[in-house]
């Protein structure tokens, strides 16, 4: 079983910076990708950005040049870092493990807040 837990969560201004980190448990995480989602208060949740095993990342089109996704298999750590945040960025945000044939894993969630 696997364990992921998020941090880095809070309130941030407009323009403002947060990293999300997600501890994982076990020995699969360096043969994991890894994802973050975020689901905002009334709609569904959806991806803000991946990185694969082999480190390969992608973006939603509201994370690209703004959101830097990054892990470290020595770690079993996968963080989030994000930058120029705007109000429509607050959502709990939610660690993604995917490995093998269909096993997936999430995280209980961080709120991130983006307001004045």
């Known amino acids: 079983q696997v364990q992921l837990v998020e941090s880095g969560g809070g309130l941030a201004q407009p323009g403002g910076s947060l990293r999300l980190s997600c501890a994982a448990s076990?020995?699969?995480?360096?043969?994991?990708?890894m994802g973050w989602y975020r689901q905002a208060p009334g709609k569904q949740r959806e991806l803000v950005a991946t990185i694969s095993s082999a480190g390969t990342t992608n973006y939603a089109d509201s994370a690209k040049g703004r959101f830097t996704i990054s892990r470290d298999n020595a770690k079993n750590t996968v963080y989030l870092q994000m930058n120029s945040l705007k109000p429509e960025d607050t959502a709990v945000y939610y660690c993604n493990l995917k490995y093998g044939l269909g096993y997936t894993y999430w995280g209980q969630g961080t709120q991130v807040t983006v307001s004045s």
């Open positions: 076990g020995s699969a995480f360096r043969f994991s990708d």
